[in-house]
């Protein structure tokens, strides 16, 4: 039995018992960590394939080790200029191990609770409440902040003739008189 799976911003085939290099993962040396971004599945021929992953599944995994891997040379050059540059880097990476690959059943995740409801019904409360002054002051309307086309939408309303060819001073000014 194997799996497709996404981890870190990458996806692995992995299997049973297998050891992988993974981009640090912020879990501790002795963690176990649940994958549940399955993008396919093989149960002994049984290939199943999610869109774009399949609900339920998850991969169980254990944390080895953090470490950095191998050093990898960045070397620029531009002939006859005299342009040489040499960079080095490496990568942090966890080792993991998979313990085992559910099919189905698997609970996802919980993500860690946010106070982001209470900022989204403050911000709720504000657009009734120029709701309601825009009910009250109707007949105060702010001509000079409407774009052009609302204007030439209102005039037509209003019914000002020849509101197609005039400028927006000039709507303003007809829908203040009319």
């Given at each position: 039995m194997y799996a497709i799976v996404?981890?870190?911003?990458?996806?692995?085939?992995?299997?049973?018992?297998?050891?992988?290099?993974?981009?640090r993962l912020e879990a501790k040396e002795g963690q176990k960590v649940t994958f549940d971004k399955v993008l396919l599945l093989d149960d002994e021929g049984k290939i199943t394939v999610g869109a774009p992953a399949i609900e339920g599944a998850a991969v169980e995994a254990k944390v080895l080790q953090h470490l950095k891997g191998d050093k990898v040379i960045v070397f620029k050059k531009k002939r006859r200029k005299g342009y040489q540059k040499k960079n080095g880097h490496r990568q942090y990476l966890t080792e993991i191990q998979v313990a085992s690959i559910v099919a189905s059943g698997a609970k996802k995740a919980a993500p860690a609770a946010k106070d982001e409801p209470k900022a989204k019904e403050t911000k709720t409360e504000a657009p009734k409440?120029?709701?309601?002054?825009?009910?009250?002051?109707?007949?105060?309307?702010d001509y000079d902040s409407m774009t052009v086309s609302a204007l030439k939408a209102t005039a037509k309303e209003k019914g000002v003739s020849g509101y197609s060819s005039m400028k927006k001073a000039e709507l303003v000014e007809a829908l203040k008189n009319a």
């Open positions: 996404e981890m870190a911003g990458q996806q692995f085939k992995v299997a049973k018992d297998q050891k992988v290099f993974v981009h409440i120029k709701a309601e002054a825009k009910s009250t002051a109707s007949a105060a309307i």
